[in-house]
C-alpha cells in the first residue's frame, strides 16, 4: 500500500503571498491531520478532517486554513505568509477518528518564506 | 488536558550499549501514547504505541516501552543500539475525548549514538 504523499516537498515563497499544500492519505484511510514543525515550536497541531468536515482546530491564526474533498485528499492553504511560517509541514492520516488508530506521516513540505 | 514532557533533549551512547529514553505524560483520562523517529529530512515513523492492553509495549527495530501508571511514565527503551538508531524521538500522547485525532508531542529527544 503507498504511504502519504504531500506535495511539493519544498517552497520558497515571499512574506504576504499564500501558498496551497497537499495531502494525500493512504488508501482507506478517511482522517487526515496537518502538523507545524519548527525548531523553536517543536511539532503542533493544525487541524484534523474527517468526512470532508473540520473536526478539530488547533491554535493558529485564521491565516491558515484546510479542507478535505471526498476522496479524502486534503490541502492546507497559508495566506498573507509571514517569516514564522517558514517550517516543515506533516499530513497524516489514519481510517478514523478513534483516539487508539495509528496516525501514519507523509515526508513533509519544507516551505521558506522570504 | 492531555500533556508529555520528555526529560531529556539530548542522550549519547556507544554503539552496542543500552538505550533509555525518558517521558512522562499527564492525562485526565485513560491515555493512548505513541513513540515516533523521526530521521533527518524524513517523516515521522511510529515505533510503538500503547493504548490500554499490555503495559509492556514492543515495537519495531528492538525497541520496547512500558506503560506506568504510578509513575505517569512511558520510557522507550533498546537493549543495544545500533548506528541507526541515530535520529529524533517524539513521545506523543492522543489529545482524548472529543481531540482523538489530535497528537500532543513532547520536545523531542536527539539520539546520538557513537562508534
Known amino acids: 500500500k503507498a504511504g502519504v504523499t504531500q506535495t511539493p516537498r519544498y517552497l520558497i515563497k515571499t512574506r504576504g503571498q499564500q501558498v496551497t499544500l497537499s495531502c494525500s492519505p493512504i488508501?482507506?484511510?478517511?482522517?487526515v491531520s496537518w502538523y507545524q514543525q519548527t525548531p523553536g515550536q517543536g511539532l503542533q497541531f493544525l487541524f484534523e478532517y474527517f468526512s470532508e468536515t473540520q473536526r478539530n482546530k488547533g491554535n493558529f491564526p485564521g491565516r491558515f486554513s484546510g479542507r478535505q474533498f471526498s476522496n479524502s485528499r486534503s490541502e492546507m492553504n497559508v495566506s498573507t505568509l509571514e517569516l514564522g511560517d517558514s517550517a516543515l509541514y506533516l499530513c497524516a492520516s489514519s481510517l478514523s477518528l478513534s483516539s487508539t488508530d495509528t496516525q501514519y506521516f507523509g515526508p513533509g513540505t519544507r516551505l521558506t518564506v522570504l | 488536558a492531555q500533556s508529555v514532557t520528555q526529560l531529556d533533549s539530548h542522550v549519547s551512547v556507544s554503539e552496542g550499549t543500552p538505550v533509555l529514553l525518558r517521558c512522562n505524560y499527564s492525562s485526565s483520562y485513560s491515555p493512548s501514547l505513541f513513540w515516533y523517529v523521526q530521521h533527518p529530512n524524513k517523516g515521522l515513523q511510529l515505533l510503538l504505541k500503547y493504548t490500554s492492553a499490555a503495559t509492556l509495549v514492543k515495537g519495531i527495530n528492538g525497541f520496547e516501552a512500558e506503560f506506568k501508571k504510578s509513575e505517569t511514565s512511558f520510557h522507550l527503551t533498546k537493549p543495544s543500539a545500533h548506528m541507526s538508531d541515530a535520529a529524533e524521538y517524539f513521545c506523543?500522547?492522543?489529545?482524548?475525548?472529543?481531540?482523538?485525532?489530535?497528537?500532543?508531542f513532547g520536545q523531542g529527544t536527539t539520539l546520538q549514538v557513537k562508534p
Open positions: 488508501s482507506g484511510h478517511r482522517s
Open positions: 506523543v500522547v492522543s489529545g482524548g475525548a472529543g481531540n482523538t485525532g489530535k497528537l500532543i
